[in-house]
């Protein structure tokens, strides 16, 4: 956070705090936050022997009884989240709709399926990346990924249905929601926000690097400027500079290939 006018210590504590908020809301990371709730309670899960449902595990913050299948399988009717969390998946399904389907808030049976952090791990200790998933791997993770499988279901309360059946012998996996497209673009603005309300008269937002929101200019007068890191170069090399706002936005986000150059790994990616 960088910024002038208003408290500035008061400013980025309350900011810290927002962020503290959102994280243990929406990472996927967090096995208590509603995000984790909602993926938990996805999944289908068997009856135990001579079962007749009532509490059911694996769906954890579920609203309701949980309905049994002809299978005897437990389905989650839901979870209740914060309004919040109501929000924001609302607006990532307006989302989804409005670009059909290009943004896409179940996007998790991917990143699983290509375990990019596995992969970054293997570059970094120079060991052989491990191989991308096959096509019916991929077709079934497609399968699950459908943000139409995600529904408001009541009053603060949201469920995901069940992919399709299975194709080429591979199972869909359970869906699975990933808010890294949309939640730290959406703490970037709401941090932004509470420092304009809190007096700040410019001031600069970065979350992660890759979602940066501004308010007004520098103290001196001057636009906001954004550094675009080379994804061929070092750390602090800079392909090219963004002024904030730009064409009237004045947010931005950006993705890329920052392990820079690939160098005798390159055969094998």
Same mark, same amino acid.
């Given at each position: 956070i *960088? +910024?002038?006018?208003?408290d +500035? ?11 503290a ?6 990472s996927v ?5 509603e995000v =984790? ?7 289908v *899960? ?5 079962g ?13 009884d949980?309905g049994v ?11 209740s ?8 998946l609302r607006?990532?399904?307006a989302?989804? #709709?409005?670009?059909g389907?290009a943004?896409?808030?179940? @996007?998790?049976?991917?990143?699983a ?5 596995a992969?970054?791990?293997?570059? @970094?200790?120079?060991?052989?990346l /491990?191989?991308? /998933?096959s ?5 079934a993770?497609?399968r ?6 995600l =529904? ?5 309360r949201w469920?995901?249905?069940?992919p399709?059946e =299975?194709? +080429?012998?591979v199972?869909?996996?359970?869906p699975?929601? #990933?808010l890294?497209? @949309? ?5 970037a603005?709401?941090?932004r926000?509470?420092?304009v309300?809190?007096g700040a008269?410019g ?6 690097t890759?979602?940066?929101? *501004? ?7 001057t636009?906001w400027?954004?550094?675009l890191?080379?994804?061929?170069g070092g750390?602090t090399? *800079?392909? +090219? ?9 004045a947010s931005l986000?950006?993705?890329? #290939?920052?392990?820079?150059?690939m160098?005798v790994?390159?055969?094998e990616v």
């Amino acid at each position: 956070i *960088v +910024g002038w006018g208003g408290d +500035g210590m008061g400013v980025v504590d309350a900011c810290v705090r927002l962020v503290a908020r959102h994280e243990a809301m929406w990472s996927v990371f967090r096995p208590a936050s509603e995000v =984790s709730r909602l993926n938990a309670a996805a999944r289908v *899960v068997p009856l135990p022997a001579g079962g007749t449902g009532g509490e059911a595990p694996g769906c954890p913050g579920a609203v309701g009884d949980p309905g049994v299948g002809a299978s005897g399988a437990v389905h989650c009717p839901g979870v209740s989240v914060s309004a919040a969390t109501d929000q924001l998946l609302r607006d990532a399904l307006a989302l989804s #709709d409005a670009t059909g389907g290009a943004f896409n808030p179940l @996007i998790g049976p991917l990143v699983a399926a290509w375990d990019v952090k596995a992969m970054r791990a293997a570059y @970094i200790a120079g060991a052989p990346l /491990p191989p991308a /998933p096959s096509e019916r791997v991929v077709e079934a993770a497609l399968r699950a990924s459908s943000w139409g499988l995600l =529904s408001r279901v009541g009053e603060r309360r949201w469920a995901m249905g069940v992919p399709g059946e =299975s194709a +080429g012998g591979v199972d869909a996996p359970s869906p699975s929601l #990933d808010l890294g497209g @949309i939640a730290k673009g959406y703490t970037a603005d709401a941090c932004r926000d509470l420092a304009v309300a809190m007096g700040a008269r410019g001031v600069l937002v970065s979350v992660g690097t890759s979602s940066v929101s *501004v308010f007004g200019t520098r103290a001196d007068g001057t636009s906001w400027r954004a550094g675009l890191r080379d994804p061929q170069g070092g750390p602090t090399s *800079v392909a +090219g500079i963004v002024e904030l706002p730009a064409g009237g936005m004045a947010s931005l986000s950006t993705s890329g #290939d920052n392990l820079g150059p690939m160098g005798v790994l390159a055969p094998e990616v």
